[in-house]
């Protein structure tokens, strides 16, 4: 009875111990893919594209018989968004955002994929325009556009657009609205609509 109870014990321990080299070659597999998970994961998630911001059109600017379409920015997120990230932006298209109140209006270029030209408006009418405005990728220093003067608007248009449709300062742009209170807000001094402009925030 001692040798089988001796011989059971010296199985019970040959068991426990395969058990426990099973365990420990699992953990020895488990812990490295382990490892370069939390290593690649971060990576992974840095590599996944932010998603560029789509806003419906509600307005449209007619110049030299082109008709351009224009998505319009408002609240502060959807001008900090503005057109970042967006690959490509047809001819006919357009983003115009709103500005709250007149003032001087500073914008940069960065996570912008494309180059813009960016049109500064004060009531209607061209205040000042910077030409092909070239892409900014997040790991560059942007340099800053400069409204100098007062405006409500800013219109970021693709590049080499201010050619093609004559834009100069002191020129009226005519931007129709799907909304009539956009249409009076577009052309007064002072804007009804709650927007703040703030690229640089």
Do not use: H
Not at 183 to 199: F, L, N, Q, V
């Amino acid at each position: 009875m001692k040798e089988n109870s001796a011989a059971s014990q010296s199985s019970s321990q040959a068991g426990k111990c395969s058990t426990d080299e099973i365990y420990l070659k699992i953990l020895n597999c488990i812990g490295p893919i382990a490892g370069i998970l939390v290593a690649v994961v971060p990576v992974t998630f840095a590599l996944i594209p932010t998603p560029a911001q789509q806003l419906p059109i509600e307005a449209y600017l007619v110049m030299q018989a082109r008709k351009i379409e224009l998505e319009v920015a408002r609240t502060p997120e959807q001008v900090a968004a503005g057109l970042r990230f967006r690959s490509s932006l047809p001819l006919n298209r357009g983003m115009l955002f709103v500005v709250s109140q007149p003032k001087p209006v500073k914008l940069w270029m960065k996570d912008v994929l494309v180059p813009l030209d960016i049109i500064f408006i004060r009531n209607g009418t061209i205040a000042s325009f910077v030409k092909n405005a070239p892409p900014c990728p997040r790991w560059k220093s942007c340099p800053i556009y400069d409204s100098v003067k007062p405006v409500n608007y800013v219109l970021e248009l693709p590049a080499g657009s201010a050619n093609r449709l004559g834009i100069q300062p002191g020129r009226k742009l005519d931007v129709k609205f799907t909304k009539a209170i956009e249409r009076s807000c577009y052309e007064a001094s002072k804007c009804a609509i709650a927007a703040s402009y703030t690229p640089l925030g």
